[in-house]
């Protein structure tokens, strides 16, 4: 393993970008000066950055490198097309601490170009640096999009219908299923210590975890898609979504920020969430509703959109892509109608970075 000390900064930065070609015209300079030159005559540039920290976005223990690099990535393309645009330039920094080598980084910087390959990016800058408290992922995504193709979340009006794409809740059950098994590792490595034997540490140095009929929900969790293949069908059915985002915290949560920046309610019904077989297994397995792991789970990456009622016949033909309800009058509230035909109003309990470190202020 190579000590990233030896290569340096701009070394460290040569090594990963080496070998980029630019696929966009709109990429006039990428890599190699103190800025990327870019150029969009015709259409709105979409901005968006995430970052990513060690330890509350993600577990090394179970997610390795190559499958971090590519998540990093697509959770920032999604995005993008979540407001029907076009990714075209990736921006990519790092802190990271001692422990990290050369090839670590190279696996990183393999999964993320492998997901901006995917998709025709360009990976124009970034910035290396040291970090004492874990590996810290920052990156800005850059795309287009026409004017009047550009869709927001305040957009969905009164009969709109919902619509979701994929399937919802597999992501959060992918991670319980990984915490599980990271915890019954520990648990057996604890008991080994305690009772001083050597031999079982040593055999738990090739611990499996029990992933059995579960790889569906790891892959959801590890390595997520965005749905560029949802917005081009779109596009070729001639629907423009009024509202859009994708479901990175929740359901719950996704609705409430549509209805709240549109001014209106809604009406979804729980019989119509689409969740996969292997989501319902686990869940009944954690004793977990799989409803409520449906709606708060976050992470899937899935796009939520309204559109117009006369597109009806349209959103039926998509494969892919379920219709849960409708927009209603504000007044009307958010309501989730289940089953059994009980109504109950949404509230927003997914994913939230901020809460612990808000909740005594």
């Known amino acids: 393993m190579t000590d990233i000390s030896k290569l340096g900064e701009f070394g460290l930065i040569h090594r990963l970008t080496d070998g980029i070609k630019l696929k966009n015209s709109s ?8 800025c990327a030159v870019l150029y969009y005559p015709d259409s709105e540039v979409l901005v968006t950055t995430d970052m990513l920290m060690e330890g509350v976005h993600f577990d090394l223990t179970y997610i390795d490198l190559q499958h971090l690099g590519y998540k990093s990535a697509m959770v920032n393309i999604s995005d993008i097309f979540a407001m029907n645009g076009t990714p075209r ?8 601490g001692k422990r990290f080598t050369v090839e670590d980084m190279d696996m990183f910087y393999s999964g993320l170009r492998m997901a901006c390959d995917k998709w025709n990016i360009d990976v124009v800058g970034g910035d290396t640096t040291s970090s004492y408290t874990g590996l810290a992922i920052s990156i800005t995504c850059i795309g287009e999009a026409k ?25 959060y059950m992918g991670l319980q299923l990984l915490e599980r098994e990271k915890s019954v ?11 001083n034997d050597k031999r079982a540490l040593e055999e738990l140095a090739h611990f499996q975890p029990d992933f059995a009929g579960k790889e569906y929900l790891l892959q959801r969790q590890l ?4 749905r560029g293949d949802i917005i081009a069908k779109l596009h070729e059915m001639n629907i423009r979504p009024t509202a859009m985002m994708d479901i990175s915290d929740g359901l719950s949560s996704e609705l409430l920020h549509i209805c709240h920046q549109s001014g209106c309610g809604c009406r979804i019904f729980e019989k119509n969430i689409p969740i996969d077989y292997q989501t319902a297994v686990m869940a ?3 004793n977990m509703n799989v409803t409520t792991c449906a709606m708060n789970g976050g992470e899937d990456y899935e796009l939520l959109f309204t559109v117009p009622i006369g597109d009806h016949e349209k959103i039926e033909q998509l494969e892919d892509v379920k219709l849960i309800g409708h927009i ?8 989730l109608v289940t089953r059994d035909n009980n109504e109950f109003e949404l509230k927003a309990q997914g994913w939230n970075p901020l809460k612990d470190q808000t909740a005594s202020k």
């Not at 330039?89 to 990271?96: D, E, G, P, T, Y």
Request: with cysteine; hydrophobic share 35%.
């Open 284 to 286: 009944e397995e954690l």
């Open 89 to 96: 330039q990736m921006v990519v920094s790092i802190a990271l």
């Open 147 to 171: 004017r009047e193709d550009i869709v927001y979340r305040s957009g969905a009006k009164e009969t709109d219908l919902v619509c979701i794409t994929g399937d919802l809740g597999a992501a």
């Open 185 to 195: 590792y520990y648990q057996q490595v604890n008991e080994a210590k305690k009772k």
């Open 328 to 335: 209603t009058k504000k007044e009307f509230g958010n309501i």
């Open 223 to 226: 390595k997520p898609e965005a």
């Open 27 to 34: 990429t006039l300079y990428g890599v190699g000066d103190d």
